[in-house]
């Protein structure tokens, strides 16, 4: 079990630092309509990422990804693969917003929260997890690496759990300044928002290379052994 987690850790902090999806939910909680969109908001994203990470483990497991305790060969290769596509998008992102204006670094539907609904706000969320690159290929990377090492189905499961809660700190952290300060910590909240959108290419950029790293690392030393 503690292997399981072990693996899973660095792809569940590369979840939990998704800038406009903390954006999104701040916006929902200063808006009149409070806390119920970004309630919804979260919920759905910790269930999107449960559902992702456990149909990519039970696929792998199906695939035979753990060789007697170690990775199987296609794990790496998938592995080099995932790495490379993290690579490409935290480049093209950071040359992206290189390439805008100041006043264009918030996106146009960022300004629509203030009054969206409750399933808007769930679609939103799973959106993010299930069509954002960084976020998708985060999370087969976490599935990947919790069927590689054979654990026993609770410690998969217990994997699973670490990875969703830690994914999901970067929203739970938002949510608990709303509550616990209520209309005192809107100031806070606001703060948060803008320095996630002024550092949000740059936050996608350095965890989309440094994951890549761990997992060329890994996949490497799996093939190599």
């Known amino acids: 079990m503690g292997e399981a987690i072990g693996q899973i850790l660095v792809f569940g902090v590369g979840v939990a630092f998704s800038p406009l999806a903390i954006v999104a939910l701040v916006v929902m ?128 499961a217990a994997a699973i759990c670490v990875f969703v809660l830690l994914g999901s700190t970067g929203l739970t952290l938002p949510l608990a300044i709303h509550v616990v300060m209520g209309s005192r910590g809107r100031d806070l909240l606001i703060e948060l928002r803008d320095w996630m959108v002024r550092e949000n290419a740059a936050i996608i950029a350095v965890l989309s290379i440094l994951i890549a790293a761990k997992l060329f690392g890994d996949a490497l030393s799996s093939l190599t052994s």
């Open 29 to 156: 909680l200063v808006s009149p309509r409070g806390a119920r969109p970004a309630g919804a908001f979260a919920a759905a994203w910790m269930l999107s990422l449960t559902v992702v990470s456990t149909a990519v483990l039970l696929m792998a497991d199906g695939a035979d990804a753990s060789a007697n305790g170690a990775p199987a060969t296609w794990v790496s290769v998938v592995k080099i693969a995932v790495g490379l596509l993290l690579v490409f998008f935290g480049v093209r992102r950071w040359r992206g917003h290189n390439d805008r204006e100041p006043e264009a670094a918030t996106p146009r539907w960022i300004s629509h929260l203030g009054n969206v609904t409750v399933a808007r706000a769930a679609g939103l969320a799973a959106a993010f997890n299930v069509v954002k690159p960084k976020n998708l290929l985060l999370t087969v990377g976490a599935g990947l690496s919790v069927a590689q090492v054979g654990a026993t189905a609770a410690g998969q």
